[in-house]
């Protein structure tokens, strides 16, 4: 089975710090990583994935990932937030050959001015 | 290119009712996907498709059908709404079964 678990309901963090949001994932083979952001009353938007090669993946709008074997994490992140990074991030996974993802449940991320 | 479209955007089923809920994708996309987002629940899968006339169930099928007769077109079926089917809709597709790209999602409520 493949899982998702984001530890945190909301993350709130000030203008201009850096952003960190979490992620950790089970898989029984090779997990194939993703980030998505959903802006209110919108549909989800593809961020960044990892499916192999660099552990450090970038992404849109300045966000990256780490992938990290060893702690089967993969969290989010972006050096300098902006007000305008404030929305819900969801993180996804599926094994190698597997149609389906598995998505977390989302974390609320509130960038305060 | 439009990439995926959904109507309705809003919709309230009285409950017993039957709707459609449309999707189509115009990037040429062989996967199809069907989720319903629940407040604090993330996504649940309802169907997907890997091609034209191929389905499959997903984690929460029950109350739900799918067809797809053709690669562009996905729709879902209600057939007799509860409450419980109270949420957002979200269809999505993908080229190659890894990252899926969304529609703009429609709101039933069943009431």
């Known amino acids: 089975a493949q899982s998702v678990a984001q530890p945190e309901d909301q993350v709130n963090v000030a203008e201009g710090n850096p952003l960190t949001v979490k992620c950790t994932y089970s898989?029984?083979?090779?997990?194939?990583l993703f980030w998505y952001v959903q802006y209110p009353n919108r549909g989800l938007q593809f961020l960044l994935k990892?499916?192999?090669?660099?552990?450090l993946v970038k992404g849109s709008y300045g966000f990256e990932a780490e992938f990290n074997k060893s702690q089967t994490s993969f969290h989010l992140k972006k050096p300098s937030a902006l007000v305008s990074d404030s929305a819900l991030y969801f993180c996804?996974?599926?094994?190698?050959?597997?149609?389906?993802?598995?998505f977390g449940k989302g974390n609320q991320v509130v960038v305060i001015p | 290119n439009a990439g995926v479209t959904q109507t309705p955007k809003f919709r309230i089923l009285k409950i017993g009712q039957s709707m459609t809920l449309q999707c189509a994708q115009d990037?040429?996309?062989?996967?199809m996907y069907w989720y319903r987002q629940d407040p604090g629940m993330g996504l649940k899968l309802i169907y997907y498709?890997?091609?034209?006339?191929?389905?499959d169930k997903g984690e929460v099928p029950n109350g739900y059908n799918v067809s797809r007769s053709t690669t562009e077109d996905f729709p879902l079926r209600l057939e007799l709404a509860a409450p419980s089917q109270t949420s957002v809709y979200f269809c999505?597709?993908?080229?190659?079964?890894?990252?899926?790209?969304f529609g703009p999602g429609t709101r039933l409520t069943v009431t």
């Open positions: 999505a597709s993908s080229y190659s079964g890894n990252e899926q790209y």
């Open positions: 498709s890997v091609g034209a006339g191929i389905t």
């Open positions: 990037m040429n996309h062989n996967y």
């Open positions: 898989v029984s083979g090779n997990p194939y």
């Open positions: 990892y499916i192999t090669g660099d552990n």
């Open positions: 996804a996974v599926k094994d190698y050959g597997n149609n389906r993802l598995a």
